[in-house]
């Protein structure tokens, strides 16, 4: 073991016994597969964690709270889930003598994606029929940010009023998101991807609420 190394170690014990002090236990959770990453197959650790609000977010945040993991890093990674019950923590990034960041998960969402026409040439209309999606994502939780904006006025008039919402999710094995993939949170309400962008931080999309 090198000196870094042993030096990132002990910090990282150091954060576990601080933990214990400040926190409290929570079940760390490594998503396998695209549906209910918290399920209980997924619980790898057991650990006391805490969680402080970074007073800089830069441009990280994009609205949304960056928070500062206060736990034993030496297990967990990018895309991990930390729970007690009460909150979803997911970290984002873990760099080495750097704090550990997470986002708290405040809404749960599944994502579907609308088939194919079945054949070329005329197709009925009509709205996207559930049984025509692709689940991609099922009970995902996430971060959503509301930021009050509404559409401008290149949209359609239809479209007028309609809320835009932030939403982050941690890097997992799940598939590719695009433009075009239906959201549904556990409030009810739906809406349309209209940006998925990836990052070593994760995936942030920009969704358009449906018109319940």
């Not at 926190?23 to 918290?38: F, I, N, Q, S, V």
């Not at 979803?88 to 760099?95: N, W």
């Not at 099922?138 to 509301?146: E, K, M, N």
Request: proline residues 8%; contains cysteine; aromatic residues 8%.
């Amino acid at each position: 073991m090198t000196r870094s190394d042993r030096i990132q170690d002990a910090l990282h014990r150091g954060l576990g016994v601080a933990a214990r002090g400040l926190g409290a236990w929570c079940d760390a959770y490594r998503p396998r597969c695209a549906t209910d990453p918290l399920d209980s197959a997924n619980c790898f650790l057991r650990l006391p964690a805490s969680f402080l609000p970074q007073r800089e977010t830069q441009d990280v945040s994009h609205g949304h709270r960056v928070w500062q993991g206060v736990f034993d890093a030496a297990y967990t990674c990018p895309g991990d889930y930390l729970s007690n019950g009460d909150y979803r923590f997911f970290v984002i990034a873990q760099e080495p003598f750097q704090p550990v960041l997470c986002i708290c998960g405040n809404r749960v969402v599944s994502i579907r994606r609308p088939s194919a026409p079945a054949a070329a040439g005329v197709n009925g209309y009509g709205g996207v029929l559930r049984r025509d999606t692709i689940p991609l994502l099922t009970r995902w939780p996430v971060s959503v940010v509301t930021p009050g904006e509404t559409v401008g006025r290149t949209d359609l008039p239809a479209d007028a009023g309609l809320a835009r919402w932030s939403v982050w999710l941690p890097l997992a094995p799940i598939p590719a998101l695009r433009a075009g993939d239906l959201l549904e949170d556990d409030l009810g309400r739906s809406g349309v991807v209209t940006t998925a962008d990836l990052s070593a931080l994760g995936w942030r999309l920009t969704v358009k609420q449906a018109e319940n």
